[in-house]
């Protein structure tokens, strides 16, 4: 990947380059976060496990009622968004008694928590459809668009808020970064 920056667009790679590129004009323009909020206003008020454990099982009601029961729905401190787990999906297998159950979680990493409520349904979404398809592929993205007919274009937002808040994080914009990591600063 050829991104000319200094910002590590690590959660958009794949895209194609035009539409790096833009990204990368936003972030120069500090108008990258502002451009997602703008896009996705709305927050959600899903924030106990309960209440997200509502929120999966309505979705899955409405969309996947074939799909086996969900034992248990989370939000996890653990996962790591630079793992590329947003979410999980198992099928964890516990013995009771003398018989052996299949039980089937979702746990969403708890940024979610602040994320727009359109992300929300977008990773949630994603994680319904891997209880019926386990890899990323053809079928996978097809059930993901039936649930979400924007889903394309909400995982793309989703990872253009995710590098907007690790600039944030970072203290702002695409200042400093270009010596620690060795690579030359931003053009200007
Ligand atoms: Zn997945």
Not at 46 to 75: G, I, N, Q
Not at 98 to 114: D, G, N, S, Y
Not at 159 to 179: C, F, I, K
């Amino acid at each position: 990947m050829s991104t000319p920056a200094c910002v590590d667009l690590k959660y958009l790679h794949g895209y194609p380059p035009a539409l790096l590129a833009q990204v990368q004009g936003l972030i120069d323009a500090g108008r990258l976060a502002g451009a997602v909020a703008q896009r996705h206003p709305e927050a959600h008020a899903v924030r106990t496990e309960r209440a997200l454990y509502d929120y999966v099982c309505e979705l899955k009601a409405r969309h996947m009622k074939s799909a086996p029961p969900l034992a248990k729905v989370a939000y996890d401190p653990h996962l790591h968004v630079l793992k590329n787990a947003l979410g999980t999906h198992t099928a964890v297998s516990r013995v009771q008694g003398t018989q052996l159950k299949a039980k089937r979680e979702i746990r969403i990493a708890v940024l979610f928590k602040e994320a727009p409520a359109d992300f929300l349904r977008m990773i949630v979404v994603h994680e319904l459809a891997h209880l019926k398809e386990r890899e990323h592929g053809k079928a996978f993205y097809a059930l993901c668009r039936y649930m979400e007919p924007d889903y394309h274009q909400l995982e793309f937002d989703l990872r253009l808020w995710l590098t907007a808040r690790e600039l944030e994080d970072r203290g702002g914009a695409s200042l400093g970064t270009g010596q620690e990591n060795g690579r030359r600063p931003l053009p200007r």
